[in-house]
């Protein structure tokens, strides 16, 4: 699932194999009864935002990398430690640690960035940004032109989130952005939500992830109960993914994460001003 409509970056490509082999191997680790693997390539734009989360990166243009699998996934916890040196799950003799450190050095070398999005039992996706050669990071930095605020609305608008962080995010940049917000942190919580509030609900921003059922079946359950609601799916998973792992259909409004201020805005009012 490779993109050619992307801009050159200037890597190493030794390095770059490496990446992508120490990346595969760990995805088969994660699939002992088989699975799928699933590399991508795709051009972003990572803003102040982002930036801000990750020092260590500039905003501007970069050429995603994603290399995901439909194996055990991880914990949290094991998330967290995944880049240190000899920290490895497996067992003694299966591995020594340092394949992920190696990737997390290497993707550093080229002043790249990289994240891992993963949950028990549903797959993994590491992605690698990294910066392409054509343009100035500067020229994408939140500029205060009128043309470039974030459109918004006055539309009521129900977040689905089971991460506290991101969850806060989106109640911070929607309310910002003129929106009513009712925000939850999983299916069951929305439901019940949604029974108990009187006014309208435009639209349902869920991620497809949740901890009690996936977004896709959140949003059967809502439009049996509200039928004009307009629906926007959004996951640390590429769609591509999502899709081949039978979660969403083909063709589905999806956002992926991490996603700016001006992303969300955009997507927000493209899904509640489409025609039904």
Known sequence: ???????????????????????????????????????ETSQVVLGDLYCQQHPETKPGEYVLLAVSDSGCGMTAEVRRRVFE??????????????????????????NGSIEIYSEPG????????????????DAFRT??????????GAETVLLVEDDEAVRGFGCRVLTRLGYSVLAEGSATAALRAV???AG???LLLTDVVLPDMNGRVLAERLLALRPSVRVLFTSGYTE????????????????GKP?????????IREVLDARA
């Not at 890597?11 to 590399?39: C, F, K, W, Y």
């Not at 549903?122 to 690698?128: H, L, P, W, Y």
Request: net charge neutral.
């Open 1 to 39: 699932l490779l993109s050619y409509d992307i801009d050159p970056v200037k890597v190493d490509p030794g390095q770059v194999e490496q990446i992508l082999v120490n990346l595969a191997v760990n995805s088969r680790h994660a699939m002992p009864q088989g699975g799928q693997l699933t590399i």
């Open 85 to 110: 040196p000899f920290f490895t799950t497996k067992a003694k003799g299966q591995g020594t640690g340092l394949g992920l450190s190696m990737v997390y050095g290497a993707v550093k070398q080229h």
């Open 122 to 137: 549903r797959g993994t996706v590491v992605k690698v940004y990294l910066p392409c050669v054509r343009g100035e990071p």
């Open 143 to 152: 500029s205060s032109s009128s043309a470039d605020v974030p459109v918004g």
């Open 195 to 197: 029974e108990a509030h």
């Open 200 to 202: 309208p609900i435009d």
């Open 240 to 255: 591509n993914v999502i899709v081949h792992h039978g979660v969403l259909d083909a063709g589905i409004r999806f956002l």
């Open 259 to 267: 996603y700016t201020v001006r992303d969300l805005a955009a997507r």
